[in-house]
């Protein structure tokens, strides 16, 4: 308990004046200590525990000292900052596939000994050299060789002696599987008769050359072959992210094809019909139905001197109609079939 005043009213010298009960301590400028204090009110605080904050406040402090260890505590943060950056940068990378590793490209070669013709558009996928190797004459040569067999029926420009050309090798080679490949031939066997689908993939497509021809059957009267080959116009599918990729130039003469996007039309009729030059114009429509004698179909080619698009209807006197009745039989071949008649040039 606090004593009395002493002789002058003043307080006794062991007497201790208590501060009022509720009173916060009071930080004056001239302190110390109060670069620490201001320096722990601001962005920092709010990460350093309150303890921590208030444990030098009774110890004296250098004011220098304390923006130092501000410095060091910033340049820190910012190491660590670009340091998750440079990480982050890095993963990112390796996601790409920045990190794989390449292959030689004799690797690929001797891969490609054991992929079926039906996988050749998956293994080209792969990687760049992976499609390299496909365009490789040594690739399609190989490739011909483990399908030949002795008893195959080919045409002249598809047997081993005329396979050393490098001209339209690939080409070639495709043509060969059909006669010789038993998965290729099934294809074909399967595929429906025209009557049954209407062929509109030729929509659109350039009549390159037109003949007719008598046939001898099993009838007693002949039958006349028209054939129309086109150009399909729409073009082949390119990759956009790599431009639309082009086979090597000393490789050039092996992927040439001028048949390349080519079908035949074959009709078949029981008597002679005059057809109108159509060469040169664009084929917009195909319809087959049943003929007038009600035993055979009725054919109808319409071609226009340019494309129809946008689903526009044509009018009944427009471009040039060509009606082929009675027809006996319609068939399509692609370039690659084996009764196309591909080009001489080949």
């Given at each position: 308990m606090a004593r009395g005043p002493g002789p002058l009213g003043r307080p006794r010298p062991d007497t201790v004046a208590m501060p009022k009960r509720g009173k916060r301590l009071k930080f004056r400028a001239h302190?110390?200590?109060?670069?620490?204090?201001?320096?722990?009110?601001?962005?920092?605080?709010?990460?350093?525990?309150?303890e921590e904050a208030?444990?030098?406040?009774?110890?004296?402090?250098?004011?220098?000292?304390?923006?130092?260890?501000?410095?060091?505590?910033?340049?820190?943060?910012?190491?660590?900052?670009?340091?998750?950056?440079?990480?982050?940068?890095?993963?990112?990378?390796d996601l790409d596939g920045a990190g794989g590793e390449?292959?030689?490209?004799?690797?690929?070669?001797?891969?490609?000994?054991?992929?079926?013709?039906?996988?050749?558009?998956?293994f080209s996928l792969i990687c760049k050299n992976a499609w390299t190797v496909t365009c490789t004459a040594a690739f399609w040569t190989r490739l011909y060789r483990r399908h030949y067999t002795l008893d195959a029926s080919l045409p002249l420009r598809l047997r081993p002696e005329s396979m050393e050309k490098l001209r339209c090798l690939r080409a070639c080679v495709i043509r060969s599987l059909y006669h010789m490949y038993e998965p290729f031939a099934a294809r074909i066997s399967k595929n429906p008769a025209i009557p049954e689908s209407t062929p509109s993939t030729l929509k659109n497509s350039k009549c390159l050359l037109f003949w007719c021809r008598k046939i001898v059957g099993n009838r007693q009267e002949p039958m006349w072959e028209f054939n129309f080959k086109f150009k399909k116009q729409s073009p082949?599918?390119?990759?956009?992210?790599?431009?639309?990729?082009?086979p090597p130039i000393q490789y050039e003469d092996v992927h040439t094809n001028p048949d390349q996007d080519c079908c035949l039309l074959q009709v078949t009729t029981l008597n002679f019909i005059f057809i109108?030059?159509?060469?040169?114009?664009?084929?917009?429509?195909?319809?087959?139905?049943?003929?007038?004698?009600?035993?055979?179909?009725?054919?109808?080619?319409?071609?226009?001197?340019?494309?129809?698009?946008?689903?526009?209807?044509?009018?009944?006197?427009?471009?040039?109609?060509?009606?082929?009745?009675?027809?006996?039989?319609?068939?399509?071949?692609?370039?690659w079939h084996p009764q196309y008649?591909?080009?001489?040039?080949?």
């Open positions: 302190d110390a200590c109060s670069g620490r204090v201001k320096s722990l009110c601001g962005l920092e605080a709010s990460q350093v525990p309150a208030l444990s030098g406040a009774g110890e004296p402090c250098d004011i220098m000292d304390s923006s130092d260890e501000m410095d060091a505590r910033e340049e820190s943060v910012q190491e660590r900052t670009v340091s998750r950056k440079k990480k982050s940068k890095r993963h990112r990378e390449e292959y030689p490209m004799d690797i690929w070669l001797l891969l490609a000994s054991y992929i079926r013709p039906e996988d050749i558009v998956n082949r599918l390119k990759s956009k992210c790599v431009g639309g990729l082009q109108p030059i159509v060469m040169g114009m664009i084929f917009t429509l195909f319809t087959i139905n049943v003929s007038t004698d009600m035993r055979h179909h009725r054919v109808r080619l319409v071609f226009q001197d340019s494309p129809v698009h946008g689903g526009r209807k044509l009018r009944s006197e427009q471009g040039v109609q060509v009606i082929l009745d009675p027809v006996h039989s319609v068939r399509l071949f692609d370039w008649p591909f080009s001489l040039r080949a």
